[in-house]
């Protein structure tokens, strides 16, 4: 199993701001994150929260090239938005995806994404239990959510939980934790509802 997958990417949000000497708008990384490629057109998927107070946004991938991404579109409620990058499509290597309604408690599952900015992290545990619920950043319930004990941190947001053939299940997107580091708890959005979201976003820019 391989940690650099060329279908994963790291996403970094920059804000404009004024400069606190001047009037000038500078340039503030806001956030970074993860994501992984969605098709062979260049689209991303990731967290709507790692995006959602950007002014730009930045695709790294694991050739180490770098793209500026435009926003196709966000669904806030399920916590999932779509990018696009305007990469050769010998670069583009889009995620296999998977099922979600099969999964099974116990099961072997991997995390890649950047967590604390250490690109290509791969981390692997188990389903811990399906069918949780979260909150989104709009206070919305997201249902059918997978929680796993595979190691999840700040900057796997928006990376993919694969199952052991590596294949998409879920989008990670929440931890459990009391210090905002690892804590045995993680959670990730269901293929199955990435799967009925994403073409909606493509096509209309929403849900």
């Known amino acids: ?69 435009v926003l196709v579109g966000v669904a806030p409620d399920k916590d999932l938005a779509v990018l696009q990058i305007d990469a050769p499509s010998y670069q583009l290597k889009p995620i296999a995806i998977g099922s979600s309604k099969d999964l099974l408690v116990g099961q072997k599952v991997f995390a890649i994404g950047n967590p604390f900015g250490l690109d290509q992290t791969i981390t692997s545990g188990i389903i811990s239990a399906l069918d949780r619920e979260i909150k989104a950043v709009t206070g919305r319930v997201i249902d059918g959510v997978i929680q796993t004990d595979a190691a999840i941190n700040p900057g796997n947001s928006g990376g993919p939980l694969l199952d052991s053939a590596g294949r998409l299940i879920g989008v990670n997107t929440a931890i459990f934790s009391p210090s905002g580091a690892y804590a045995g708890i993680g959670f990730a959005v269901a293929v199955d509802i990435v799967n009925s979201i994403v073409p909606q976003i493509i096509k209309h820019g929403r849900i």
């Open 1 to 69: 199993f391989r940690a650099n997958s060329p279908s994963v990417v790291h996403v970094t949000s920059i804000a404009l701001r004024r400069g606190f000497f001047s009037m000038n708008a500078v340039e503030i990384p806001q956030g970074t994150g993860s994501g992984f490629i969605w098709d062979d057109q260049g689209r991303i998927v990731t967290n709507y929260h790692v995006i959602s107070d950007a002014n730009r946004v930045q695709v790294n991938m694991a050739d180490n090239s770098s793209w500026k991404a």
